[in-house]
């Protein structure tokens, strides 16, 4: 058995861990300019020289060397450093030098003198501080060699050439890796490096627009440039490289602590950019990458706040907000980054709380001067829980079209009509009148105008019954109107009458029935009278199957289906349960905020993702989920009635078909919805009179008065609304204003140390030119790298034809819905499309040129040429007359200009055109030598309903339509061409 040569041991295990470094086997030259940075040099000079085949690499630095005792000691030992204790050197681990392998040297020559050398030594070679030491690849043989003349260490690798590209290669590896690296002494001065006399040192710096940054022991430079990249460095060496800042903290980012990195440059956009570094850093064995740590977290942070503020100045000097923007945009910036003023605010905020708490608890007497009595004057009492101001009510009422905006979040104002515009008798019922119907929550977003559908089913009151008398009070134009009716009640037959000046005893008021079988008034001119009408429970239409809306995510679907075999009432009660966890009940101005930032989004999809909404958007999802469980319902928009008036403010709930086939209510607001004291009791509201509060099911409040104590009700604000509460003395409650006081001051104390903290220092360079294509080209290339800077998105940056800008996220939405145009000429169909207000991008400029480029919007300039030259044949005329008959208003017309297979189509709806006889249709536009058209338009004279659906056949399966659809379209046509056969064949 024969021994192992000396030294292989060592070479194997110095080995192993060299290829912990990573894959890239220049990572050594790294390693070296550590080890000089960390020996104190000033300067490092490589000479790489390929000669006679061979590859000779020499790395000589003037730091402070090392005697031959420390060398043995620690150079030619693993895991051992004398650096361990050094707060300002990188390598601490014992293992960079012998990175050097990953070169695959077959000699290595080490020398080096000290500048401080061992006097005291028994060897002469400590004496004097100088020694050299020449080993061959394998670490197996060693001799002595001349030492150096000057103090430092110099290193020589020798090894077979494998190209001539040696100095290239090592002049890579310096300057991705140590192209910012400084002395050890003072960071402030670089480290010269140069690799056969050429300088490797940069500026830390970034091309504009670009800031620079500096905060005690972190500097960086963040910039808009070409290509992606984000750069760490710890004490001037490269540590982690990712495509965005986001990749450094987040789970699964795209980070690399590979030591050469290339970052594509993608020619026409900007994205962002970030040189950062800090000697925080905890690094890891290999010193190539950090630990993700706070520190970490902290120098991300504050670079993306930078970032922030960079583009913003960036976006000011080439698009300046208009002069009453820029302090609430300056406010807004300076609380997004300043943590200081955030805790000044958040002690402000305290502090009212505080004030309003004491108040609250103290001012009783004082506060009892403004109180009003419940009822004393409608629109100015308590604003109730479960109601949306999507606008105050007027006095006189008009269909509610035009008025409601959609599920949203409204913030209440507390100011509605004096006068309410429908009252009733008796007044104490508790009465729902529902004025808008949505069967589809997909259409929710816009209330259709009223459209008459056929006769009115009246109802009849039958003895026993009460029957609610109505007056409504109207404002409305001429047309049909929908008519406010209690839910399971219609109209009795003959009630409804108009009462005016001219008409005391009141005219019969004609009514039809809806598109949702609701009641319309059919009004021949306009009118300012009052309708009287009475309604009575009546029963329903015949049901209809539940129809999912499809809007819900999976797994909310599964738990609604999960309840299909209960009853009805078990399915409504634990939905309206669930409803409540998943959406709270909320009108703050924050939440509201919220919403409209989401406003592309549909408002299902807004609720679940914010938690929060009013009663629209409540029970709308609630009307989703009794939709996915079976249940056939749909979601009301109108008026509660209490007292014999309804509320100054319209409110929301879910109408369903109970087990008994009739329609109900079901209202998740209703836990939080109190209502006055006058009338019956409904769950969730509270008898002041009484000091009992009646809770619903779930247990939401449960308060108790015994008899004979006087019940104090006070007026609490809550979010958006006013609950009516029980008076609590109680020394807790006491101490709630002195805790929040307390708190307060703490955080006016932390803002002033904030404040006092050493604050960053920055200097920014902005591109002059104020081109915003390429920002705007890279937002929408790689959005997910600007997700932190919203203003790229929201700011109106896409110059119109109209003169004035679309946002970014404006411009995706509309491009997504088809509805994005674009024109440089400003040809006839494009004016006529500004004229209807439709979003036409200017192509002169540009910015609206690299976002219509990127989103696909359609040009109406070639649309314009396109139908100047198109015309409409026998044949195409006939297949438009068969698609309007469908209900399609298309226009089908040929064009010499296209090939024989080509087909576009556009919708010119939604451009609201005024001038062009093509308004409101979609156009479809063929190859005029369409061979399929042809050959249609050849059998026209003989067979014409055989060639007209050859033709839609064709044009239908190229527009892609869907098979459902195109069905529909071609039935009748089909039917027409097989009996036009049948007859054919007859004689």
Same mark, same amino acid.
């Given at each position: 058995?024969?021994?192992?040569? @000396?030294?292989?041991?060592?070479?194997?295990?110095?080995?192993? !861990?060299?290829?912990?470094?990573?894959?890239?086997?220049?990572?050594?030259?790294?390693?070296?300019?550590?080890?000089?940075?960390?020996?104190?040099?000033?300067?490092?000079?490589?000479?790489?020289?390929?000669?006679?085949?061979?590859?000779?690499?020499?790395?000589?630095?003037?730091?402070?060397?090392?005697?031959?005792?420390?060398?043995?000691?620690?150079?030619?030992?693993?895991?051992?450093?004398?650096?361990?204790?050094?707060?300002?050197?990188?390598?601490?681990?014992?293992?960079?030098?012998?990175?050097?392998?990953?070169?695959?040297?077959?000699?290595?020559?080490?020398?080096?003198?000290?500048?401080?050398?061992?006097?005291?030594?028994?060897?002469?070679?400590?004496?004097?501080?100088?020694?050299?030491?020449?080993?061959?690849?394998?670490?197996?043989?060693?001799?002595?060699?001349?030492?150096?003349?000057?103090?430092?260490?110099?290193?020589?690798?020798?090894?077979?050439?494998?190209?001539?590209?040696?100095?290239?290669?090592?002049?890579?590896?310096?300057?991705?890796?140590?192209?910012?690296?400084?002395?050890?002494?003072?960071?402030?001065?670089?480290?010269?490096?140069?690799?056969?006399?050429?300088?490797?040192?940069?500026?830390?710096?970034?091309?504009?627009?670009?800031?620079?940054?500096?905060?005690?022991?972190?500097?960086?430079?963040? %910039?808009?440039?070409?290509?992606?990249?984000?750069?760490?460095?710890?004490?001037?060496?490269?540590?982690?490289?990712?495509?965005?800042?986001?990749?450094?903290?987040?789970?699964?980012?795209?980070?690399?602590?590979?030591?050469?990195?290339?970052?594509?440059?993608? @020619?026409?956009?900007?994205?962002?950019?970030?040189?950062?570094?800090?000697?925080?850093?905890?690094?890891?064995?290999?010193?190539?990458?950090?630990?993700?740590?706070?520190?970490?977290?902290?120098?991300?942070?504050?670079?993306?706040?930078?970032? !922030?503020?960079?583009?913003?100045?960036?976006?000011?000097?080439?698009?300046?907000?208009?002069?009453?923007?820029?302090? =609430?945009?300056?406010?807004?910036?300076?609380?997004?980054?300043?943590?200081?003023?955030?805790?000044?605010?958040?002690?402000?905020?305290?502090?009212?709380?505080?004030?309003?708490?004491?108040?609250?608890?103290?001012?009783?007497?004082?506060?009892?001067?403004?109180?009003?009595?419940?009822?004393?004057?409608?629109?100015?009492?308590?604003?109730?829980?479960?109601?949306?101001?999507?606008?105050?009510?007027?006095?006189?009422?008009?269909?509610?079209?035009?008025?409601?905006?959609?599920?949203?979040?409204?913030?209440?104002?507390?100011?509605?009509?004096?006068?309410?515009?429908?009252?009733?008798?008796?007044?104490?019922?508790?009465?729902?009148?529902?004025?808008?119907?949505?069967?589809?929550?997909?259409?929710?977003?816009?209330?259709?105008?009223?459209?008459?559908?056929?006769?009115?089913?009246?109802?009849?009151?039958?003895?026993?019954?009460?029957? @609610?008398?109505?007056?409504?009070?109207?404002?409305?134009?001429?047309?049909?109107?929908?008519?406010?009716?209690?839910?399971?009640?219609?109209?009795?037959?003959?009630?409804?009458?108009?009462?005016? %000046?001219?008409?005391?005893?009141?005219?019969?008021?004609?009514?039809?029935?809806?598109?949702?079988?609701?009641?319309?008034?059919?009004?021949?001119?306009?009118?300012?009278?009052?309708?009287?009408?009475?309604?009575?429970?009546?029963?329903?239409?015949?049901?209809?199957?539940?129809?999912? &809306?499809?809007?819900? @995510?999976?797994?909310?679907?599964?738990?609604?289906?999960?309840?299909?075999?209960?009853?009805?009432?078990?399915?409504?009660?634990?939905?309206?349960?669930?409803?409540?966890?998943?959406?709270?009940?909320?009108?703050?101005?924050?939440?509201?905020?919220?919403?409209? %930032?989401?406003?592309?989004?549909?408002?299902?999809?807004?609720?679940?993702?914010?938690?929060?909404?009013?009663?629209?958007?409540?029970?709308?999802?609630?009307?989703?989920?009794?939709?996915?469980?079976?249940?056939?319902?749909?979601?009301?928009?109108?008026?509660?009635?209490?007292?014999?008036?309804?509320?100054?403010?319209?409110?929301?709930?879910?109408?369903?078909?109970?087990?008994?086939?009739? =329609?109900?209510?079901?209202? %998740? &607001?209703?836990?939080?919805?109190?209502?006055?004291?006058?009338?019956?009791?409904?769950?969730?509201?509270?008898?002041?009179?009484?000091?009992?509060?009646?809770?619903?099911?779930?247990?939401?409040?449960?308060?108790?008065?015994?008899?004979?104590?006087?019940?104090?009700?006070?007026?609490?604000?809550?979010?958006?609304?006013?609950?009516?509460?029980?008076?609590?003395? &109680?020394?807790?409650?006491?101490?709630?204003?002195?805790?929040?006081?307390?708190?307060?001051?703490?955080?006016?104390?932390?803002?002033?140390?904030?404040?006092?903290? !050493?604050?960053? *220092?920055?200097?920014?360079?902005?591109?002059?030119?104020?081109?915003?294509? *390429?920002?705007?080209?890279?937002?929408?290339?790689?959005?997910?790298?600007?997700?932190?800077?919203?203003?790229?998105?929201?700011?109106?940056?896409?110059?119109?034809?109209?003169?004035?800008?679309?946002?970014?996220?404006?411009?995706?939405?509309?491009?997504?819905?088809?509805?994005?145009?674009?024109?440089?000429?400003?040809?006839?169909?494009?004016?006529?499309?500004?004229?209807?207000?439709?979003?036409?991008?200017?192509?002169?400029?540009?910015?609206?040129?690299?976002?219509?480029?990127?989103?696909?919007?359609?040009?109406?300039?070639?649309?314009?040429?396109?139908?100047?030259?198109?015309?409409?044949?026998?044949?195409?005329?006939?297949?438009?007359?068969?698609?309007?008959?469908?209900?399609?208003?298309?226009?089908?017309?040929? &064009?010499?200009?296209?090939?024989?297979?080509?087909?576009?189509?556009?919708?010119?709806?939604?451009?609201?055109?005024?001038?062009?006889?093509?308004?409101?249709?979609?156009?479809?536009?063929?190859?005029?030598?369409?061979?399929?058209?042809?050959?249609?338009?050849?059998?026209?004279?003989?067979?014409?309903?055989?060639?007209?659906?050859?033709?839609?056949?064709?044009?239908?399966?190229?527009?892609?339509?869907?098979?459902?659809?195109?069905?529909?379209?071609?039935?009748?046509?089909?039917? !027409?061409?097989?009996?036009?056969?049948?007859?054919?064949?007859?004689?």
């Amino acid at each position: 058995m024969t021994s192992a040569p @000396p030294g292989s041991e060592f070479r194997a295990r110095a080995r192993a !861990e060299a290829d912990r470094y990573g894959p890239d086997p220049w990572v050594f030259v790294r390693e070296l300019l550590q080890n000089a940075r960390d020996a104190g040099a000033t300067k490092v000079e490589f000479v790489a020289e390929s000669r006679a085949g061979r590859w000779v690499l020499r790395c000589r630095d003037d730091g402070e060397g090392m005697t031959f005792a420390h060398a043995r000691r620690y150079l030619f030992a693993l895991y051992a450093s004398s650096k361990e204790s050094r707060r300002d050197q990188v390598g601490r681990f014992g293992v960079g030098f012998w990175s050097v392998l990953r070169f695959e040297p077959e000699r290595i020559a080490i020398r080096s003198r000290a500048r401080r050398p061992d006097p005291t030594s028994q060897d002469p070679e400590d004496r004097a501080g100088a020694w050299a030491l020449e080993l061959d690849g394998d670490l197996a043989t060693a001799r002595r060699g001349t030492p150096p003349t000057l103090p430092g260490t110099e290193i020589e690798l020798e090894r077979a050439a494998v190209d001539e590209a040696l100095e290239r290669r090592v002049f890579d590896a310096a300057f991705q890796n140590a192209r910012f690296l400084a002395t050890r002494d003072d960071p402030e001065r670089p480290l010269v490096v140069t690799v056969n006399g050429r300088k490797v040192n940069q500026p830390f710096a970034l091309p504009a627009p670009s800031a620079s940054f500096r905060r005690g022991r972190v500097r960086g430079v963040v %910039a808009l440039g070409g290509a992606a990249r984000v750069e760490l460095f710890s004490r001037g060496l490269r540590v982690r490289s990712a495509a965005s800042l986001a990749d450094f903290v987040v789970a699964g980012g795209r980070s690399t602590d590979n030591s050469r990195v290339h970052f594509t440059e993608l @020619p026409g956009r900007l994205a962002p950019q970030a040189l950062l570094e800090s000697d925080a850093l905890e690094l890891m064995l290999s010193r190539s990458d950090a630990r993700d740590n706070k520190a970490l977290r902290r120098l991300v942070d504050l670079a993306q706040r930078e970032l !922030e503020g960079l583009i913003a100045r960036q976006l000011d000097a080439a698009r300046p907000l208009p002069l009453w923007q820029r302090p =609430w945009a300056a406010l807004r910036d300076l609380v997004r980054r300043s943590l200081a003023v955030r805790m000044i605010l958040a002690a402000l905020l305290g502090a009212a709380l505080a004030g309003g708490a004491a108040y609250a608890l103290w001012g009783d007497r004082i506060w009892a001067r403004f109180r009003p009595a419940p009822g004393e004057s409608y629109g100015t009492g308590p604003i109730e829980h479960g109601e949306t101001a999507s606008a105050n009510l007027p006095a006189r009422y008009a269909d509610l079209a035009g008025r409601y905006r959609g599920p949203q979040v409204d913030v209440l104002t507390g100011a509605g009509a004096r006068e309410p515009p429908l009252t009733f008798r008796p007044a104490d019922l508790r009465l729902h009148f529902a004025a808008l119907i949505f069967r589809r929550l997909g259409e929710a977003d816009e209330a259709r105008a009223p459209e008459p559908r056929g006769d009115y089913a009246f109802g009849a009151c039958s003895e026993g019954q009460v029957c @609610p008398e109505v007056e409504l009070r109207l404002d409305a134009p001429a047309g049909p109107m929908r008519v406010p009716v209690p839910t399971g009640h219609r109209v009795v037959a003959g009630s409804a009458l108009l009462v005016d %000046a001219d008409h005391p005893e009141g005219v019969p008021a004609p009514l039809a029935a809806g598109a949702d079988d609701e009641a319309l008034l059919l009004l021949a001119a306009p009118s300012q009278a009052t309708l009287t009408y009475r309604t009575a429970p009546a029963q329903a239409a015949p049901p209809t199957r539940a129809v999912s &809306s499809g809007l819900l @995510p999976p797994e909310l679907r599964r738990e609604a289906r999960a309840l299909r075999g209960r009853s009805v009432a078990a399915r409504v009660s634990a939905l309206t349960r669930l409803t409540r966890e998943l959406v709270a009940y909320s009108t703050a101005p924050e939440v509201a905020a919220q919403h409209r %930032a989401l406003a592309g989004e549909h408002f299902i999809t807004r609720a679940l993702e914010i938690g929060q909404g009013d009663c629209d958007v409540q029970n709308g999802l609630l009307t989703a989920l009794l939709q996915e469980a079976g249940v056939e319902s749909r979601l009301a928009i109108g008026f509660v009635g209490q007292g014999g008036r309804v509320n100054p403010w319209l409110h929301a709930w879910a109408e369903y078909r109970g087990q008994d086939g009739e =329609w109900a209510v079901a209202d %998740a &607001s209703t836990g939080l919805a109190l209502g006055t004291p006058a009338g019956p009791e409904e769950p969730g509201e509270i008898d002041v009179s009484q000091g009992t509060a009646v809770v619903d099911a779930t247990g939401a409040f449960d308060t108790t008065v015994s008899p004979g104590e006087p019940a104090q009700a006070d007026v609490v604000a809550g979010t958006g609304a006013i609950e009516h509460a029980l008076t609590d003395r &109680s020394p807790r409650r006491a101490a709630l204003p002195w805790g929040l006081a307390f708190g307060a001051a703490g955080l006016f104390g932390l803002a002033a140390f904030g404040l006092l903290r !050493e604050r960053t *220092r920055r200097r920014v360079a902005l591109d002059a030119s104020g081109d915003l294509s *390429r920002l705007l080209q890279g937002a929408l290339q790689q959005p997910e790298v600007f997700q932190a800077v919203p203003a790229v998105f929201e700011r109106p940056l896409v110059p119109t034809a109209a003169g004035g800008a679309l946002s970014l996220a404006q411009a995706k939405r509309l491009a997504a819905r088809g509805r994005l145009y674009r024109t440089r000429r400003r040809s006839p169909l494009a004016a006529d499309a500004l004229a209807g207000d439709a979003a036409v991008l200017d192509d002169e400029r540009a910015e609206a040129r690299a976002v219509a480029d990127a989103l696909g919007a359609t040009d109406l300039d070639l649309w314009d040429a396109l139908l100047a030259g198109a015309e409409e044949t026998e044949l195409l005329a006939a297949v438009s007359a068969r698609l309007v008959a469908s209900g399609e208003p298309w226009r089908v017309l040929a &064009s010499a200009s296209l090939g024989s297979e080509e087909l576009r189509s556009l919708d010119l709806a939604p451009l609201r055109l005024r001038n062009s006889p093509l308004r409101g249709r979609k156009v479809v536009v063929v190859g005029a030598r369409n061979p399929w058209l042809q050959d249609a338009a050849g059998v026209l004279a003989t067979r014409p309903a055989a060639a007209v659906f050859a033709a839609m056949d064709y044009l239908l399966d190229r527009l892609d339509l869907g098979a459902e659809r195109t069905a529909r379209l071609l039935r009748d046509a089909a039917r !027409e061409a097989v009996h036009e056969a049948a007859k054919a064949r007859a004689r």
